[in-house]
């Protein structure tokens, strides 16, 4: 899936549905649609999963790798990804929302801190945190890394 099955909820509110053109009925939103997805190796499921590589449908669909290019796929043309004659091919609404996710989990700012993430075992990471600089800035980076995950 481009956009996950457990996002189902934001692909209605955001209007993606609609670009999802085999609907089975109107209150079908499709979201198993092959127009949403890409046959992928469970390896590479995985790491688009964690938006470690996406395809840019704004960029004759070369596929970008953010992490690394264990694959050796950086750069290449996905010339499968997007047929405009084939009803069944991935929508670029879907590819780009991707892509914009990819970006943004991989952006690193500029001058943001750069905090101590390895604790030793025992440790009271807590109090490390709330006692070191920019606590309460911290403490927001390592909740939301923790539950958004």
Known sequence: HILPISSEEYYVQKG????ITTKAN???TEINSC???LLMQSN???ISDKFLFSVNPDDDYKITCFDGDPLGIDGKINPI???PNDERSARDELLRWHFRQAVLANMKGVGEPN???NFPSGTDMMGEILGGPDAAKRM???LFSRLMG
Not at 16 to 19: F, M, R
């Open 16 to 19: 993606l549905s609609g670009c």
């Open 35 to 37: 127009q949403n997805g």
């Open 81 to 83: 990804c997007r047929d």
């Open 44 to 46: 590479v499921h995985e």
């Open 115 to 117: 905090f101590e993430t």
């Open 140 to 142: 927001e980076a390592e």
């Open 26 to 28: 109107e209150r079908d």
